[in-house]
């Protein structure tokens, strides 16, 4: 990623994108390995905010598409839930 000073990918855990770059030179091919090693995507977002530039950035450093790159699993609820829904029906009683 070009440009002066750091390029966080993920906010909440301080990930740079030169972070994503040296654990792909240190052999960290696989997505899942990645996010282990930088921790990236494991903060309270799950990844929703940072997981696309991180893999866009492997995918870049090692020449591939984003597809060829793989992608990581998200863990349910993937879509927003009213908190209203976890509570369950009303009851009078």
């Keep these: ?3 002066k000073g750091k390029a966080f990918v993920d906010q909440q ?3 740079t994108a030169s972070d994503v ?8 091919e696989s997505v899942e390995h990645l996010k282990r090693y930088t921790t990236l995507g494991m903060a309270t977002d ?4 940072s997981n696309v530039a991180g893999l866009a950035i492997m995918a870049a450093v090692t020449g ?3 597809p060829e790159t793989g992608t990581t699993i998200y863990r349910p609820p993937y879509v927003p839930v009213a908190i ?3 509570a369950g ?3 009078d009683e």
């Design 1 to 3: 990623v070009a440009g």
């Design 21 to 28: 770059e040296l654990a792909q030179r240190e052999g960290f």
């Design 13 to 15: 855990h301080d990930v």
């Design 46 to 49: 799950q990844g929703k905010t």
């Design 64 to 66: 591939k598409s984003i």
């Design 89 to 91: 029906h009303h009851r």
């Design 84 to 86: 209203g829904a976890f």
